[in-house]
């Protein structure tokens, strides 16, 4: 299934900054940037459990915000892209 | 319908920072901000349509990203929010 990860870290400090790396690095490994702080993973139920609990792990709940997006297997038809970055299959490889 | 937007508009310049402002203003208008970038509309396709036509003509899209999730009308379990600012009802009022 396809499942989108936005999130709002809070930069403010250090610490902050160091939270933000943390969690697009998580993503990275598991699914692909689209925009700055919007991952889209094609995961199967216990990867995204995983992913959760990782990022879950990572942010500051009091001052981060995290929102998981679960748009199911048949996505392709959910999802539209205008404008710059080129446009993907969440399966497929992106050529740059 | 839920509609999920997403953007990374390039604000190097002036002209940036104001198709930022459009943007956002036009999503306000239409839905809930959940995320610096993210904007979550309850929409019917008609409504859709026009939001999109509206966004596609303000952003530069050789700098700017667009994108759409269409998460249909049963989409309550399809989104998980952890952390920081109150989650709600995208169809009901949000009491801050």
């Known amino acids: 299934m396809l499942v989108l990860v936005t999130y709002d870290v809070n930069t403010e400090d250090s610490a ?10 998580a993503c990275i490994s598991r699914g692909q940037r689209v925009q700055n702080s919007v991952f889209e993973c094609v995961l199967d139920a216990s990867q995204c459990a995983e992913l959760e609990h990782k ?12 929102r998981f997006y679960y ?16 446009s ?6 992106l050529f740059l």
């Open 16 to 25: 902050g900054k160091k939270r933000l790396r943390q969690v697009a690095k």
């Open 55 to 66: 990022l879950e792990s990572i942010i500051d709940p009091a001052r981060d915000s995290l």
């Open 71 to 86: 748009l199911g297997n048949r996505y392709h038809t959910k999802v539209k892209h205008v404008g710059a970055k080129p």
């Open 88 to 93: 993907y299959d969440a399966e497929g490889v």
